[in-house]
């Protein structure tokens, strides 16, 4: 449940949930479970939740312990027209029924900046492309799609179905990594749904420069129309730690459009960069990009060197 708070505070979304005991157990009875909830209760709801129309079906689920009643009714959606997420949990959490369901790859061509190469799970991938492709597949299955998260190195975190965080408990996790986590999953399933964004911004992902020379980036902005809108960055350590921010107006064409960010002095150090553009006060697109400043010289020789404060009479 906690992603799913999560997810709903970081995006407009209309949803509807059921859940599990865990990511392997419908109902797993123990001491604590209330008189009356019963795996006919389980089934009963499940039906009537999956009966509703939705644009994008997500789930964290091992897809082999789903019932096999919804496991048909999730492909008879998507089939008709639906979207469905699916992380998968393990290479062979597959049965008959989803492999041929998943016999017509969709090229997925997106193109976002995301800091890949400063998250755990992710920093292995060569390129974007080469992360964007081994992470998410996709599958035109009847009017549908079907995009599957493929299984996570270390698998999801304790507490989690969608994201790889560890946790050091139930109430405990590294926020920082969490987030960008987070924004992965909800440009999978903007994806997944087919919803296109009104600004997109394209520009590196990863940056290394030595301490001194600074920072000149040019991002690309592609709008759907004529705009004002609101430029913001937050520069910050891996910690959290600000170390600048700064925001400015600026009109977008329809189109492409190209905007500078300069940054000087910054210590040598890791850093991730926040961008995002806002519009009336609403967040029209989120990006982050890494940045590495490495020092220009190095420590040739260190000499320390006693002082004596000792009083002579």
Known sequence: MREIVELSQRMDIKYDVFAFDTANEYLSPHYATPEGITTELYY?????????????????????????????EILKKVKNGANFLLYLRAPQDKDEYLER??????????????????????????????FLAKRISGYS???????????????????QLLTPV???????????????????????????????LECRIIGPDYVKEDYGKGINMVLSVESKN?????????????????ILA???????NTGKNNLGLNLDDIPAGFYYVDLWLKETGK???????????????????????????????
Do not use: C, H
């Open 283 to 313: 967040l029209s697109i989120l990006v982050v990009v890494i940045w590495k400043f490495y020092p220009n010289r190095e420590l040739k020789r260190l000499i320390l060197q006693r002082v004596s404060k000792r009083k002579t009479l």
């Open 166 to 196: 560890r946790t050091k408990s139930p109430l405990e996790a590294d926020y920082i990594e969490y987030d960008y986590y987070l924004a992965f999953i909800i440009r999978t399933m903007l994806i997944a749904a087919g919803r296109d």
């Open 141 to 159: 299955f009847g009017k549908g799609r079907i995009f599957i998260i493929n299984t996570y190195t270390r698998g999801p975190g304790t507490m």
């Open 246 to 252: 700064g925001e400015k107006r600026v009109k977008l």
């Open 226 to 242: 004529d705009r004002i809108i609101d430029f913001n960055f937050v520069v910050r350590k891996k910690s959290g730690q600000e």
């Open 101 to 130: 369901a998943t016999t017509n790859p969709v090229k997925i061509t997106e193109q976002f900046a995301f800091p890949y190469k400063g998250l755990p799970e992710l920093e292995k991938y060569l390129s974007f492309n080469d």
């Open 44 to 72: 009963r709801i499940f039906k009537e939740k999956i009966s509703g129309d939705y644009d994008l079906i997500v789930s964290g689920i091992s897809w082999k312990m789903l019932p096999l009643w919804a496991r048909y």
